[in-house]
């Protein structure tokens, strides 16, 4: 019994690391995320691109790695094709770093593209592979390990982009290469083959008593996108609306970044809890939080207000490990499918949100723009609720008594 005991410990301390492994990877992967937003002044001044061109270039990456994901992802549950996690960072590095290089503004949006589809063939394949080393009581924990990593790499990536740009202009950029080839190899080494059949993870059961079926997945992934849509506005304008209250842009925009490292350490804290007290308990009280700390955040000034910012990171962003975790339980045999919906289409969407606070914030002001922020947040809690996930905590609740 005690050999069993040891055994079965080891190999729960063996899956935890091959997860932060994988994290790793998906740190280096998504260090490439924002690298082109980062270059776009370059772009503009050196190539001479308008901004409406330099633009199309982002958009033909967000484009292709949103809604590439879940195509990926079908593929991966239904037939067993899977690209190796070696391969796709391999992709993403390569290709967006010799963009820096590159003059033919056509292969540039070919690059862009590739890199692109390197990004979407890592997600599915990789939470397939954290879903199935993850036991259920333990899901919420160890998706946000892996999670955190491509939260950290979206956080450098810029810094990472700016030094050697500033250093050695955009041809520089290939050094940029460096990171990803070096994890290719590794993950080339380290990890497994992918599997041809997709990864099972234990049935979950609806209140009703049947199996999850699309109609809830696409409440989930709705919601999903409306946080999305709160989360890159806030990304996007608060580096502004901070300049207004005296701060400089690089001041604002390490203060912005502080606001998404609190949200990484927000997703472990998040999914331990919802381990333990339920993953819709969890989230509705960690969304509903948030927008009152959004709005204290605005009415303030002064050291409270960026501490509140900081709080309001925490809380918002600490949902998201969670709900991934939901989608895979609301979809056991479709955990590749799930993943490229939730980090692939649902991001790609709450993206596009944020050109309607900007309409706001240009036919008022930048205040009310950001004033709208919550409203996503309030219409992402309803859906939240309406989402047929089992309640945990308020089923020990309402239990009768034995």
């Known amino acids: 019994m005690k050999s069993y005991i040891t055994a079965a410990s080891d190999t729960v301390t063996s899956n935890t690391k091959s997860v932060w492994g994988l994290s790793t990877a998906h740190l280096v992967t998504d260090i490439y995320s924002p690298v082109l937003p980062a270059i776009m002044p370059l772009l503009i001044a050196q190539e001479g691109y308008t901004y409406f061109l330099a633009g199309l270039i982002i958009t033909v990456y967000n484009l292709t790695s949103s809604f590439m994901q879940p195509v990926v992802g079908w593929a991966y549950d239904t037939r067993g094709i899977a690209v190796h996690v070696s391969i796709s960072v391999l992709m993403s590095a390569v290709f967006i770093s ?4 590159v003059t033919d503004y056509t292969l ?3 690059c862009a593209g590739l890199a692109a589809l390197g990004h979407a063939f890592f997600h599915p394949s990789a939470l397939g592979t954290v879903s199935r080393l993850t036991q259920d009581a333990s899901r919420g924990r160890i998706t946000s ?9 979206f956080a450098i990536g810029p810094i990472c982009a700016g030094v050697v740009v500033g250093f050695f202009g955009l041809p520089g950029l290939v050094f940029l290469a460096v990171p990803g080839i070096i994890m290719a190899v590794v993950l080339r080494t380290v990890l ?11 049935a979950l059961k609806t209140p009703a008593g049947g199996k999850a079926s699309l109609r809830p997945v696409a409440v989930l992934v709705a919601a999903s996108a409306l946080r999305a849509w709160a989360i890159f506005a806030s990304v996007a304008y608060l580096p502004t609306f901070l300049t207004t209250r005296g701060f400089d842009l690089v001041t604002a925009n390490l203060l912005v970044s502080g606001m998404l490292l609190a949200g ?3 997703q472990v804290v998040g999914g331990t809890i919802s381990d333990r007290y339920g993953r819709k ?3 509705l009280v960690g969304l509903v939080a948030a927008i009152p700390l959004f709005y204290l955040f605005l009415a303030t000034d002064g050291i409270l207000s960026l501490a509140v910012l900081m709080i309001f990171g925490f809380t918002l962003w600490s949902t998201f490990s969670v709900t991934v975790a939901m989608g895979h339980e609301l979809m056991p045999r479709s955990v590749g499918l799930i993943s490229g919906l939730m980090l692939g289409l649902a991001v790609g969407a709450g993206g596009m ?3 309607a606070t900007g309409y706001i914030a240009d036919a008022f002001t930048l205040n009310v723009g950001l004033f709208t922020i919550p409203l996503p947040v309030i219409a992402a809690v309803l859906l939240f609720l309406a989402v047929p996930y089992p309640w945990k ?3 020990r609740i309402t239990r009768p008594a034995p």
Not at 192 to 202: D, I
């Open 192 to 202: 497994p083959p992918p599997p041809s059949r997709p990864p099972k993870v234990s």
């Open 98 to 101: 010799i963009i820096g290089v």
């Open 393 to 395: 905590m308020l089923r």
């Open 264 to 266: 990484v350490i927000g």
């Open 145 to 153: 390990y892996f999670v955190v990593g491509g939260n950290l790499g």
């Open 281 to 283: 308990e969890y989230t």
């Open 108 to 110: 540039v949006l070919v």
């Open 353 to 355: 949100g944020v050109a």
